[in-house]
């Protein structure tokens, strides 16, 4: 049967529990059904067509998942993009608050807050909004991008603007459900899914490597986690080779790989451009640099400038993604240099272009 349990102390958590009670520690689910290609449900386009891998119940939907993987060439460098930018609200984060707020659903909550820069809340607002719960976003007074504050607000969701948002909202948790993308391990077991497509779209096959932005790296871990389960249903031979890139002024996953250090070490953040990326202490980091090493993977750093540069390059190759999402694609000279011209590469792009476009355009 699966159960929560601490990453640090290993105790047991309660279904509506976002971190450790005893130690403080991130929790993650355990003892999850096995991965079996024969339940899949083919009829079901959307990321429930992995019900049977998941130990929920699918109460509310908006057509999640199943995101397209296509071939992309870029200044000669090839790749396969997961756009994960074409979820229902814009962003890979629908996948884990989809899953999220069912779990939170079969467990009677009525309100639900998160700390977030605006995907994340945007998504919460919209799904909330559909199983009747009230949404309270928190955002970085400082650092939250204003046309994403209009986005949650359209979804229903109700803004707090705070200089600490962080010791706020920890705070609100003590009566308020706190459904944190960070923490919640029900938001970390919908990012699977994005593997379990991958291997699907590919033939039943793995990529040889996997890209992606990483900030408090949920859809990293997901990919990572999800060709784990494949793998042990002896479907791949092997997971691939995991690939954080981050934003050369917040790049603690990138320091702690450097220094085969087991922790992110702490840092001091400077400006980014890549907002959705903007995490100097990643709840699941000793995770993160763990999947690394378990892979074989490595850490990448991407200026400002090669960002926007590829940012643009990717608009009018057609793909309307944000800065986030670009971060990857400014890193493919990097790439390809140390996993070969011919090794397989899927990278995903996170976060939709439309959401600021007049902020960029």
Known sequence: MTEILCNGCGAAAEALDWRCRACGGS??????????PARIDARDFSLWRYQAMLPLERRFSLGEGMTPLVPLELDGLRCYAKLEHLNPTGSFKDRGVA???????????KAVIDNSSGNAGASLAAYAGLAGMAATVYVPAATAVESKKRLIRSFGGHIVESRDYLAD??????????????????FALGQQTAAWETWEQLGRRAPDAVAAPVGHGGLFLGFYRGFQALHDAGLIERVPRMIAVQSAGVDPIVR??????????????????????????PVRGKQILAA?????????????????????RLHKRGLMIESTSAAPAAALTQIRSLIGKDASLAVAFTGSGL??????I
């Open 292 to 312: 690394l090493y378990d892979t074989d993977g490595f850490a990448l750093r991407v200026s400002n400038e090669a960002i926007l540069a590829a940012q643009k």
């Open 27 to 36: 929790l993650d689910l355990v003892n999850l059904p096995a991965f079996d």
């Open 256 to 281: 702690g790989w450097e220094a085969r250090s087991e922790i992110p070490p702490a840092i001091e953040p400077a400006h980014s451009v890549a907002d959705g990326i903007l995490v100097d202490k």
């Open 99 to 109: 899953t999220l707020i069912n779990h939170l659903a079969a467990y009677g909550a």
């Open 355 to 360: 959401k600021s476009i007049g902020d960029t």
């Open 169 to 186: 909202i920890y705070a609100a948790a003590e009566t308020t459900t706190y459904a944190s993308h960070a923490w919640s391990p029900y």
